[in-house]
């Protein structure tokens, strides 16, 4: 069988003569036209809280006030360039904000340039004066923090830890010299010292700078990973997690216990530490992170908070900075929290998590003895993100709802209300969007699969439609029952809404391997590289769409980016009688490949066991079965997944026969950088279902 690959050319003057749409009643380009919120932070001192808003691709950093909190730009970027504005940090006085423009390098030490910029793109770092909103350029690098006393501005550069001096000449210089590569900044409370973190690959060290005396010292160094240093109040000491090492860990496959995670307490002058708290052995022995700042923290009362799946759920715990104390739990129940932050008086920690609602996102507030748990939003919303102004004490944090894109918000007559409620597009298809449902089915091995459905709005009685299953990336992610948290995800929730209107039923799969519904369903038996048992859930998200009454069964295709790509491509491999077509951005086709990419150190020649665990796990292991016609989308500067993925399975596909198109986005990384190249994406796998499953 011979054929010739349709090429989608990477062109707006190509794009822009794709098929017209025969249904629906907007357009991908207003469903995608909703400002999206990241990085909300609020001023040390008064009643401010910054954010970010990708307008389109356009970034730009926003402002609002007390009282009336009514926000507004205040930078004036132009353009959808790719360049990401991100570590947004207020001055002590609240009357600056130093911030990230640029994304990080490649290891090549190539900066993301999907625009094709010709001087090349930068990482740079940036100073906002908020009174006239004018920015100035610091220096290249990362990681921008204020010293409390507002003084200097310490950063990393090329992986050592730079200081500018704010007041005067404003000049910059290397503060020291240090193997390994530093990060974690974090100034102690009299602006004299400055605690880092020194990787260096098996094992970190938590180091401390001193100003005064030009000292340089690390504290207990060991064999472990050493890491999230925080400092106490009063400034003497420094917490800090230990990891121990394990060589014989790789990422995709299931780790429900390990050595021991462990809480530390240093002395910030000597250097000398003492272990306070051990993780049990088995389960909870391995750390899961949470969506912070930090991920630990030493509030009021000489009290250290730390995340912890003690009981089999991410959730939060407080100890006395003593050995010995036994830790509280300040979210008890069966849900997983996730976002966190702690008050500006160090009394309480508000979260977001799914407790009562596993499918919804809202924040809890508890005070750090657990004496006083309570929830703070309510109702059919999500929220995430709480950040507490340090003036009034107002709560903000990010919302959105199944119909309503996410927006920046505060805490008004006890429900969300918008900061920028002006920024929302006039076109934007509010009344048009459906709210999901939730379902759960039975994977094809009877285990519980969550998902929300999406309905075409105006769908008929009797009459059966094509259907799709989303899988989303991660794999530790939760799709909820509203626009997504993640930026990358939040596109594909508007992807999925403009596919029902266009007269799809649309199933996203929360299948196993996922956060959001407990340790053991993330670390699922047998998963990814070792067996890939989520399979079981992608056959019975078929089997459930195929036995709906209002699904056409010979009509079912599967879309998914990452490791949802990797499940579009398991599912049209190895069940070629169930799927129809699908759509496959930046798969994994071979997991030998991708481990090694994470882990360049792996050989597979010296673990021939487990690499052929792992590749029998790959689609590419069934490629002799695979017939469906795949749209292949793919950005050749991705850090997560080679670009020799989708390269590797072009070729296969080829030597069998089986039809593809691709769509090739050059220097674009894995998540697009570029709004247009969302679109385009969108636009295209719509336009080849359309074809495939509607001819």
């Not at 040390?44 to 389109?56: C, I, K, R, S, T």
């Not at 005396?213 to 240093?229: E, F, G, I, Q, T």
């Not at 507030?365 to 004490?393: F, H």
């Not at 989708?646 to 593809?660: H, K, P």
């Amino acid at each position: 069988m011979s054929f010739m690959p349709r090429v989608l050319i990477l062109f707006l003057l190509a794009l822009s003569q794709l098929p017209a749409l025969a249904q629906g009643s907007f357009s991908i380009e207003a469903v995608m036209s909703a400002p999206f919120p990241t990085d909300l932070v609020a001023a040390p001192v008064g009643d401010q809280v910054a954010w970010v808003y990708n307008v389109e691709g356009e970034r730009n950093i926003w402002l609002a006030e007390g009282p009336d909190f009514k926000g507004r730009q205040l930078t004036a970027w132009k353009g959808d360039d790719g360049q990401e504005i991100t570590s947004l940090s207020f001055s002590p006085d609240g009357k600056k904000i130093v911030y990230v423009r640029g994304a990080a390098p490649n290891r090549r030490g190539e900066i993301p340039n999907p625009d094709l910029i010709p001087d090349g793109a930068k990482q740079e770092i940036w100073l906002l004066t908020i009174a006239d909103g004018k920015s100035s350029r610091l220096d290249a690098g990362r990681e921008p923090v204020f010293s409390p006393d507002g003084k200097r501005l310490a950063y990393v550069k090329g992986g050592q830890v730079w200081v500018r001096e704010m007041i005067g000449e404003q000049s910059s210089r290397q503060a020291f010299t240090i193997r390994g590569s530093a990060g974690s900044l974090r100034w102690s409370p009299l602006s004299t010292q400055l605690a880092f973190v020194s990787s260096r690959g098996d094992h970190a060290f938590v180091g401390v700078y001193d100003f005064d005396s030009s000292a340089l010292r690390y504290l207990n160094p060991s064999v472990d990973k050493d890491n999230h240093p925080a400092w106490s109040p009063d400034g003497r000491s420094i917490a800090f997690l230990r990891f121990p090492n394990r060589r014989s860990n790789l990422p995709f496959e299931p780790r429900r216990e390990g050595y021991p995670f462990s809480l530390w307490v240093a002395d910030a002058r000597s250097g000398s530490a003492q272990e306070i708290w051990r993780a049990n052995t088995g389960r909870g022995s391995v750390f899961k992170e949470i969506a912070a700042a930090n991920q630990i923290f030493w509030g009021a009362g000489n009290r250290i908070v730390f995340p912890w799946e003690g009981a089999g759920w991410t959730q939060l715990y407080s100890v006395a900075a003593k050995p010995g104390a036994v830790p509280v739990n300040l979210s008890p129940g069966e849900h997983e929290v996730q976002y966190v932050h702690l008050s500006p008086d160090g009394k309480n920690m508000y979260y977001s998590c799914n407790r009562d609602d596993i499918d919804r996102q809202h924040i809890w507030k508890a005070s750090l003895d657990g004496s006083s748990i309570s929830q703070v939003t309510r109702g059919k919303g999500i929220e995430w993100l709480p950040v507490v102004t340090a003036g009034s004490g107002q709560v903000t944090f990010l919302a959105a709802t199944g119909t309503h894109p996410a927006y920046a918000a505060m805490l008004k007559n006890n429900a969300p209300a918008a900061l920028a409620p002006d920024a929302m597009p006039a076109d934007f298809p509010l009344g048009k969007l459906v709210e999901p449902e939730q379902v759960i089915f039975s994977a094809a091995d009877g285990m519980r699969i969550h998902g929300q459905l999406f309905l075409p709005k105006n769908r008929k009685a009797g009459q059966k439609y094509p259907a799709l299953l989303f899988f989303h990336g991660g794999s530790r992610r939760q799709m909820l029952l509203g626009f997504h948290h993640r930026s990358y995800y939040h596109h594909s929730y508007a992807m999925n809404q403009w596919l029902a209107d266009q007269g799809y039923v649309v199933l996203s799969v929360n299948y196993r391997s996922g956060i959001g519904y407990g340790m053991e369903f993330r670390e699922a038996l047998n998963y990814g590289a070792t067996g890939a048992s989520e399979f079981n859930d992608v056959l019975g998200a078929g089997l459930y769409l195929k036995n709906r009454p209002d699904v056409d069964p010979g009509k079912i295709g599967l879309w998914g980016g990452s490791y949802g790509g990797y499940l579009t491509a398991m599912g049209l491999a190895k069940a070629p009688d169930l799927f129809a077509a699908g759509v496959d951005i930046h798969g994994v086709h071979d997991w030998n490949v991708v481990i090694k990419n994470f882990v360049p150190d792996y050989n597979p020649e010296a673990r021939p066991d487990f690499a052929k665990l792992a590749f029998d796990a790959s689609p590419l292991a069934y490629i002799k079965d695979w017939r469906a016609p795949v749209l292949l989308i793919h950005g050749d500067d991705d850090r997560n997944v080679p670009f020799s993925e989708t390269v590797d399975l072009a070729e296969s596909l080829r030597a069998q026969g089986v039809e593809f198109e691709q769509l090739i986005f050059p220097d674009e990384v894995h998540s697009f950088l570029l709004h247009r190249n969302w679109v385009a994406a969108f636009r295209a796998s719509l336009d080849f279902f359309n074809r495939k499953l509607q001819p």
